[in-house]
């Protein structure tokens, strides 16, 4: 079946470091999302990506969807102590076209 | 604007008993789905809901699960009977749509079966 994996699983990085997070699928997927996942939290949804190639920037993140769309990454600026989360890619694809979402990246910022 | 609203936020069963998970999506939104999150597993889609109607449960993990949507506002996850290894933080989420677009989650019941 599908499969969405991400890596790192883990990253510590000092304040002010940037940070990135890497999806891939195992099949096409015609669109990706992320959310973020704060400590004893829910999953928030973040942005969506549909096109090939399509970059998208929120503040300090940008979101990138590969030319052959089995790809994403998200890239964080500079973070700061609030992006502390688990990071999930969640794709859309395959014959039901639901969701499967990403193993996630935990990020750990230290002040 | 109330987001999805869960019940019973934590619940402690021993093994064998019946566990009733709840929910309320957001008004107005006509897909539900049904998550579980354990370390080992991540985030896995159990089942979801379009219009009331369960589109697809190959998620579900064996016959001692099973899902309800009666109505348009309120669905159930129950576990007859639990095991230990059904502990997990349950979570549903619901959008306004089947097409795939943003899921909006509820804060989760914490699932801990002795």
């Known amino acids: 079946g599908q499969q969405v994996m991400q890596i790192p699983q883990y990253q510590h990085v000092q304040e002010g470091e940037d940070f990135t997070t890497y999806c891939n699928s195992s099949?096409?997927?015609?669109?990706i999302q992320w959310y973020k996942q704060r400590p004893g939290g829910h999953p928030v949804f973040l942005i969506q990506l549909v096109k090939s190639g399509e970059v998208k920037k929120q503040k300090r993140l940008t979101f990138q969807f590969g030319e052959a769309k089995k790809n994403s990454s998200l890239h964080i600026t500079a973070t700061q102590t609030t992006d502390v989360g688990t990071y999930f890619c969640?794709?859309?694809?395959?014959?039901?076209?639901?969701?499967?979402f990403g193993t996630g990246t935990l990020l750990a910022v230290q002040p | 604007d109330a987001g999805v609203i869960q019940s019973p936020r934590h619940e402690v069963t021993e093994m064998g008993q019946e566990v009733t998970l709840r929910c309320k999506p957001i008004?107005?939104?006509?897909?539900l789905f049904w998550y579980r999150q354990t370390m080992m597993r991540g985030l896995e889609l159990l089942i979801y809901f379009n219009n009331n109607v369960p589109i697809d449960d190959s998620g579900m993990p064996e016959d001692r699960f099973s899902a309800k949507m009666p109505n348009a506002s309120f669905s159930t996850l129950k576990i007859q009977p639990s095991e230990p290894r059904d502990s997990a933080v349950y979570f549903c989420?619901?959008?306004?749509?089947?097409?795939?677009?943003?899921?909006?989650f509820g804060p989760g019941t914490r699932l801990t079966v002795l």
């Open positions: 008004s107005g939104h006509n897909s």
């Open positions: 099949t096409t997927l015609s669109n």
């Open positions: 989420a619901s959008s306004p749509g089947l097409a795939v677009i943003e899921q909006f």
């Open positions: 969640a794709g859309a694809g395959g014959a039901t076209n639901k969701l499967i």
